[in-house]
């Protein structure tokens, strides 16, 4: 099965070197118009096509990994060229395998194929992909078949859940980023440089994190507010621009919904500042 990447930008090529280490194999690239995160593929040993004509002729199953508002242009385009007994999919986390509206129609097999990652760039290590899950929405033979042969760990999602299942990974990715940086911030002007405060804080981070896998959410709880110490969030509060508060009282009422009501703290938190 030779399998063509629509998309030169991190998620593309990552999973094309991904593909290619589990020894799928990769016919190649387009190039679109759109200027990407593009990096010389002929220094991965890649083919580039310049059509869709040209990857529909010369691939079993054609991924497309572009944005996900730029699915259905790549679509409209591929659709219209000779692509009958092929298999397309995408690697949009929220948009279903229904955009590819009249795929039954061509004869095509259609499935959305979701990494449950975060590429920051085309280099991301193999050992980190290895451990990613993987998640799948239609029900595509050819998609399954590439899944077994990565090997990773792999669940199924219904269309109708597409979008709350991608929600669920930008809380726990992109939306915890924000909470970091206030850290670190907070950190630098207290006169520590960003390498320090990174330093202070990213095992912090990590044990959090290894205290959720262990022990679950609730039981991960510590600070001021796990502890009820009153003065110490009026000060954290009273500390910070409004801007900021905003952040921090957004963050404290989830918490205390996980560890239950406390009308005191309930009380700070909704006082006039």
């Not at 199953?61 to 572009?66: E, K």
């Not at 290590?125 to 595509?140: N, Q, T, Y």
């Not at 399954?144 to 299942?165: A, D, T």
């Not at 206030?182 to 330093?199: M, P, T, V, W, Y």
């Amino acid at each position: 099965m030779k399998i063509g990447i629509i998309g030169t930008g991190r998620v593309g090529v990552s999973l094309g070197r991904y593909l290619r280490y589990r020894n799928f194999s990769i016919s190649g690239y387009l190039n679109r118009e759109r200027k990407e995160n593009v990096i010389d593929l002929s220094k991965l040993g890649w083919r580039s096509f310049e059509s869709y004509a040209e990857i529909a002729a010369r691939s079993d199953l054609i991924l497309i990994a572009v944005p996900d508002d730029e699915i259905i242009d790549v679509w409209n385009k591929l659709s219209k060229e000779n692509i009958g007994g092929r298999c397309v999919i995408h690697t949009s986390g929220a948009v279903s395998s229904e955009i590819f509206y009249n795929a039954k129609e061509l004869g095509v097999e259609t499935a959305s194929l979701h990494p449950m990652m975060t590429f920051s760039g085309t280099d991301t290590a193999i050992r980190r992909m290895e451990e990613m899950s993987l998640v799948l929405e239609g029900d595509s033979p050819r998609a399954k078949k590439i899944i077994e042969g990565l090997g990773n760990r792999y669940f199924s999602v219904e269309k109708k859940f597409k979008m709350r299942y991608h929600l669920a990974g930008v809380y726990a990715s992109n939306l915890i980023i924000p909470m970091i940086h206030r850290g670190i911030e907070n950190l630098q002007r207290c006169g520590f440089s960003e390498k320090e405060a990174k330093d202070i804080l990213l095992p912090l981070v990590e044990k959090t994190v290894e205290n959720i896998r262990e022990g679950g959410i609730k039981d991960s709880i510590t600070g001021p507010l796990q502890r009820g110490d009153l003065n110490t969030l009026r000060g954290h509060l009273n500390s910070q621009e409004r801007w900021e508060q905003d952040l921090y009282l957004a963050g404290s009422r989830e918490l205390l919904k996980i560890i239950g009501g406390n009308k005191e703290i309930e009380g700070i938190l909704e006082e006039e500042r």
